[in-house]
């Protein structure tokens, strides 16, 4: 792994590697994730290598600004507009009618995609230099302990590493289906914010 720093060349480096279709380490608000192209059925094989999954399971998206949902939903409604409006950027992972231009193995063969734009300015934007959305899957094996600074991930075949150095500890996204009202994984934005943006 060729670490680079979390400056703009640094995040230009790591881009440049997801367009190549490589396995890349990053920091995102809550931990460190790894970032391929989504829409490369080859990229999504190697980060399934690397993570140690032998079924498909649906990974979250990131991306760099709302104009980048462009190509991977098919429709956004205006409850889901409102979440984004009240929580974007930040830590809140909403799901989304999937664009049919999406691999399966993206979305481990649901017709919903997750989508978050971060907090995080790094995530962002490595997001924004690779010019569309990017994987957000922890850095590290499957069921190993998540990675709270670079040094921690201990990855074969993770070709650059950006170095945002340690993270403090954060309560992970929460993942929500605003058109059918449904925490998917309760995390740091909580059910009461979540009921306050809902029409009475």
Partial sequence: MIV???SPEGI???ADAIRQGE???YPTET???LGVDPFSEDALARLAAVKGRE???AVLLVIGDAAQLDGLVTSVSPLARAYMDAFWPGPLSLLFPRSPALPEALTGGSDKVCVRCP???VARGLCLAVGGPVTSTS???TGGEPASHLAQVNLDNVAVGVDGGALPARQPSTVYDPDENVIHRPGAIGAEQLEAIRPS
Wanted: net charge positive.
């Fill in 119 to 121: 907090s995080s300015t």
């Fill in 139 to 141: 850095a590290n094996r």
């Fill in 12 to 14: 230009q480096r790591a």
């Fill in 55 to 57: 079924s498909p399971k």
């Fill in 4 to 6: 680079v720093s979390a």
């Fill in 31 to 33: 931990v460190y994730g």
């Fill in 23 to 25: 396995v890349v380490a």
